[in-house]
């Protein structure tokens, strides 16, 4: 029998974000492999195999599981949100690169789900209409100089920024870094929003301005989205404000 | 009887990739507002008014739908793939902004949706696993010059690209003059790949370099993803080739 792999996103948390595709590979596959906190969100069922293993292990995670299906297994890895944005995707499609030649031959599909930043956005009303960059803050795999770099060419482009990874209690500088560099291109009105565990219980909705924002409020659960020159709050009575960037420019 | 307004994005067509959410959105509606062919996505339903309209009145569509929200009215506008992405969230918060007081005051939720290029990521491996920009190379909305500006700064910042909205038959010249940007400044060998339809019947995929690649081919259904210089091709036998843009840099 041919194993397969299936790369499960899980969208942000909730059932109602979760696709049908990804709900009926999670009904078909004989090995959960993932992060802990995310193989805990899938229901458990007879005959499926959890390996839970730690953030930091991405790659060996994703080589364990193409091992097991070049063994005839079907396996999911699943990932927070969409496995192709800063997720399992790129760790697999590594691990197959480098790894013996039959990983280059299973049958190996990624199914797409529902982003931090965009469960974050659709809260927050229209912040990414327009042009955006996506970025993670994380200096574990790349250089802070590059890092740096990719924040200046977004402010020369006038993008709006999602910002994931923005800190964790092993990094909590790099979101003050990050807006450092921001405040000097920018003006203080930016818009800016920390959306934190959007979708779960715990969910928490900052709105606020660059000039006004505390970096220190994100989290490693939190996106950070940054405004362009055009981005500007839209006020509700008695609700939090949306924020627009609008398609067209002046 | 209070009214509603549901931005609902429905991917970027099949079933399996509609999220639960948005399901139960179109199943509660009375008013079912959006451009034809999105509208034509959604099964009829008895006591559900359809109102379709044609791309360009984006607007003016927001409006008649907030107008009927604010009538009392249960009303869905929907969206190909995310509404937050290049779709109708952008539309619906200016109108709310620029109408009058009580569309302001009106329930309005945006149902977050698998956006093209997280389809045709998903089909190509993992081409956005690193940082990326998502560039919409309409002109309709925003002058030319900001378009290049933001095509060099995201070379600049080395960002890979998803590239919305390549070319129209009334646009046929925006993509050739993106590329000649492009070639400018990246590897002729960078891989790039034009992701039509993906996830509908006619469906098709081009994995090519940015030095080979004919950007003629685009056109208005069309995702353009073009690579970081980390950006690279795995190939896999009797299958296409992955795009791998790892999340690591040298």
Redesign the interface.
Known sequence: MRGALYVIGL?PG????????AS?ALAGIEDLVGYGPYVARVAPRAGVQPQASDNRV?FERAGAALALAAQGRRVGVVSGG?????AM??????A??QGP?EW??LD????????AM??A???L????????????LSDN???WS?IE??L???C????ALALYNPASKARPQQIHDAFAVLRARRAPSTPVAFARAVGRPDEALVVTTLGEADPGIADMSTLVIVGASTT?L??????RP?L??????P
Do not use: H, N
Not at 108 to 114: D, N, S
């Open positions: 969208g909730p059932a109602d974000w979760l696709t049908p595709q009926a991405e969409d496995p192709g944005v800063f995707a790129a760790a697999v499609v590594e197959m690169a030649a280059r031959a190996v599909e990624v199914l797409p789900g529902v982003s965009q469960a956005a659709a809260r009303g229209a912040p990414l209409g327009g042009d955006f960059c996506a970025l993670s795999l790349k250089p590059l770099r990719r200046i060419a977004a020369d482009g006038d993008f500007r839209v006020q509700r009575p008695g609700l949306f627009l960037t609008p398609r067209s420019y």
